[in-house]
């Protein structure tokens, strides 16, 4: 699929008709990502029902934490949609965080989360990429920078 194809709705005139016009009439399927950035609550279903998206990018941390997260689940599978949980470049210790909680909710699906070698001063800890596969060893301590302490 082709992750949002066109600037988000709220930064252009007629971004919500567009967006809708292009999910509609695309052949290759369409996923929106920096458009559900600071939309919330009833917006949700709003801007889902209207665009008609097939799949979803999920940024927890740009979307307003798991539970936000959660609504945006549970919106787009009441409707169909696919949806992935994506990295907006969260450290070691946010990829920890995001990868446990995915795994109660969705071991079996492939997401974006891969993204901890990045970075040049990363906190390192008990998680490492086996090909496409981030795992985690529990038995392996976090290497915290003395500073940090």
């Known amino acids: 699929f082709l992750e949002q194809p066109i600037k988000p709705a709220r930064v252009q005139p007629a971004g919500v008709e567009a967006m809708a016009a292009l999910c509609a009439q695309s052949p290759i399927a369409l996923g929106l990502d ?10 949700i279903d709003a801007l889902l029902d209207s665009m008609r998206p097939q799949h ?3 940024k927890p941390t740009q979307l307003g934490g798991l539970a936000a997260t959660e609504m945006w689940m549970a919106a787009a599978e009441a409707r169909g949609m ?14 920890n965080a995001l990868c446990q909680w995915l795994s109660a909710r969705d071991a079996g699906r492939v997401h974006g989360l891969g993204t901890g070698q990045l970075y040049t001063n990363n906190i390192l800890g008990p998680l490492w990429l086996d090909g496409h596969t981030l795992r985690y060893d529990p038995n392996e301590a976090w290497d915290w920078p003395v500073e940090m302490l």
């Open 82 to 95: 696919q949806w992935w949980l994506n990295s907006a470049l969260e450290s070691n210790v946010g990829l």
């Open 34 to 43: 920096e458009e559900l950035i600071g939309v919330n609550g009833a917006q």
């Open 56 to 58: 979803l990018v999920l």
